[in-house]
């Protein structure tokens, strides 16, 4: 099997500290790619840095705040962005293609096929597909953040058997490396534990030890879909092939799991949540440990408005967040039925399509 890997590369790791493309750093990139390929890799770029290519170019004298000036960077800064990979991989005989993509492009079951097929037709040919996020139509609520969540998507859908997130920290450490130099670097990280996500920066802080909690978030999303991933810094030639063969100046996240399929990935990552179900803990045993379906005795909380088919999140008694599911009840009808053992659901609502509120297939857990 061709080893498929995903890079993803970091605004500050592509331009200078007052703005603009570094150029060289395009070059250096493509160039360890480029080896990548010649190795027999098939490599998947997922890039920052439109904004902070195109807002000099524009005229704004600082790095734009306000949603729509940051957008007119970015539709100047993206034409420069591919500009430059382009005749970067040039230089290596390397085609590239642009693939823009925004959130709700992956809400799409449909779109989101037909947006793979694409990209293993630009692998099969050769060419290194380029994603970046939709700056100049993303709003702020849709956004992937940082695009480390794009590139763990990305790593899922097209099977990826390493995901590697360049930054400009060399790894997961004990504590900031800046403000306590005894701080220790973790090679292996094998479960994303609360306690790695404290020393990240913590559940809703955006201060982490060099932004690594949108890091681990994406490694998260990748191991859960069975995908590997390295966090680290590449900054010396054949950095990026010893990070791929497991050698890199970073941290790697390991995982057990095999590749999801498709439908779990979308329903677990990609899918928008209309509904919340509050369930005892009888019901969470069944749906973490016991392999069963969701049934409506277990059900004690309702919130939202849903149609059967859509999808809910399912939450324990302590109101953490055990996984999502497609539903088979409207919200009126579980309403009327929550808390009921089985046996009293047909009397109660007729003939019913499926008795379970959330068959075992159409499930996945993210506790």
Known sequence: MTTRIVVKIGSSSLTGTEGGLNREAVSFF???IAELKRNGCEVLLVTSGAVAAGF??????TRPKLLHEKQAAAAVGQVLLMQAYQEAFAEHGITTAQILLTRTDFCSRRAMNNAMMTVEELLRLGAVPVFNENDTVSVDELKFGDNDTLSALVANLLKATRLLVLTDMDGLYSGDPRKHPDAVRYQFV???TPEIYAIAGGAGSSVGTGGMRSKIDAAKIATRGGVPVFVGRATEPGDLQLAATGSGRGTYFA???SSLPVKKQWLGFMST??????VDEGAVEALLHGGHSLLPVGVKQIEGNFHAGDVVEVLGPDSKL?????????DTQ?????????RQIVPKLGEV???EVIHRDEWITLR
């Open 255 to 257: 995982t057990k799991l």
């Open 322 to 330: 055990l996984g999502r599911g497609i539903v088979n009840y409207d």
């Open 334 to 342: 579980l309403r009327s039925i929550q808390g009921l053992p089985s």
């Open 273 to 278: 949540p209309l509904g919340s179900l509050y």
């Open 30 to 32: 493509a160039s360890e």
């Open 353 to 355: 399509h499926r008795l």
């Open 190 to 192: 094998d479960d994303i």
């Open 56 to 61: 000099r170019s524009i005229g704004y004298p």
